[in-house]
C-alpha cells in the first residue's frame, strides 16, 4: 500500500470520528487538540479540515482502480 493511501486512510479516520463525536457529544476532538471551544477554528485547524477534505477527495479519486484491482484479483483466482 502507498504512504500516501495510508496517511489519508488515517485523515479519514480522525475526520470519521470528529464528525461522530460532534454529532454524539457535542465534542470537537479537533479545536480540542488546538486549545479552541466547539465550533471555533484557527488555521492550525482549517488546515486539518482541508487535510481531512483533500484526503476524501483522492481516496475517491483512487476507488473505481481499487475495484478494478479486486475484480481482475478474484477472476484470477
Do not use: C, H
Not at 470528529?18 to 465550533?39: H, K, P, Q, R, Y
Not at 484526503?55 to 479486486?70: K, N
Amino acid at each position: 500500500m502507498k504512504v500516501l493511501n495510508i496517511v489519508t486512510a488515517v485523515l479519514l479516520i480522525i475526520g470519521g470520528l470528529n464528525w461522530g463525536l460532534v454529532a454524539i457529544a457535542e465534542f470537537d476532538l479537533v479545536a480540542t487538540v488546538f486549545g479552541l471551544t466547539f465550533g471555533e477554528t484557527n488555521v492550525a485547524s482549517r488546515v486539518v479540515y482541508a487535510l481531512v477534505g483533500l484526503s476524501a477527495i483522492y481516496q475517491a479519486v483512487q476507488l473505481p482502480a481499487a475495484q478494478r484491482r479486486a475484480t481482475s484479483s478474484t477472476v484470477r483466482s
